[in-house]
């Protein structure tokens, strides 16, 4: 019987080092573990976007690019959630369980506008940021050059305006 790569990838997940906190969901919540549908995410993308003041796009794509919507994506870095929060930026912006899809949704908001509000409202200098961290941005002088940084904020940039294009496609 061949092994599904859902289930590889769990087992590879189980043998990654672990965060001191929280663990990610027990093989008994497999379910908990399939992308999330667009039905359960788009209130939370809705209230996080507005509470933050950034575009629903922007968040949809970053959770794409982070986590493909699996709520217990966890990272070989360790990040954790759909927006894929390190332990120490989940604790940060007081996110207790980061595999909980609203707060994680809500704590990548927060941490993308303080990132924004940080590099006065460059979303390429944001979205590096998030990926590789503030202090390499700095430390650069822009985005890290980094070809997984680099890729990052070309897809997620490319895929927000194919998101505007299309919309503007269809009129309003």
């Known amino acids: ?39 359960v995410l788009a209130p939370i993308f809705d ?6 003041g950034l575009q629903t796009a922007l968040l949809r794509a970053v959770a794409q690019k982070e986590s493909a919507f699996h709520p ?24 207790t369980d980061p595999f909980d899809a ?14 924004l509000d940080r590099f006065d409202n460059n979303l390429a200098l944001a979205l590096g940021a998030y990926n590789a961290g503030p202090a390499r941005v700095d430390a650069y002088g822009g985005i890290p050059p980094f070809r997984e940084t680099q ?5 997620i940039l490319g895929r927000l305006s194919r998101t505007t294009a299309a919309a503007s496609a269809s009129g309003p």
Do not use: H, K, N, W
């Open 1 to 39: 019987m061949a092994v599904s790569s859902f289930a590889r990838q769990l087992q590879a997940v189980a043998l990654q080092p672990r965060p001191v906190r929280p663990e990610p969901p027990a093989p008994v919540t497999l379910l908990a573990c399939a992308p999330l549908p667009s039905s």
């Open 47 to 52: 209230r996080a976007s507005a509470s933050y």
């Open 72 to 95: 217990c994506a966890v990272s070989p870095a360790g990040a954790m959630g759909l927006m894929q929060l390190m332990p120490e930026t989940a604790a940060m912006l007081d996110v």
């Open 102 to 115: 609203e707060q994680s949704i809500l704590g990548g908001a927060r941490y993308l506008r303080l990132l």
């Open 151 to 155: 890729d990052y904020v070309s897809s």
